[in-house]
């Protein structure tokens, strides 16, 4: 089966600098546990950060930036 056909799901990449809340989708059965580190560009700094990756809803921001993971 080609890529095209898979289920994919969105994981929620979070830049440790300015917060920016960013999905991506991924292919059901390869997607990473949560805090997997990826190196994606900001357009928000301007440069390439190390996002921490978090399945859907499995993460939430406060009011302040505080990431909170529902996850554990």
Request: hydrophobic share 25%.
């Amino acid at each position: 089966m080609n890529n095209k056909r898979k289920v994919r799901v969105i994981s929620d990449f979070i830049c440790p600098e300015c917060g920016l809340d960013f999905p991506l989708p991924r292919i059901h059965g390869k997607q990473r546990k949560n805090g997997h580190i990826k190196d994606i560009y900001c357009p928000k700094c301007d440069k390439i950060q190390q996002f921490q990756e978090y399945k859907y809803n499995q993460v939430y921001k406060t009011l302040d930036g505080e990431i909170i993971n529902k996850a554990g």
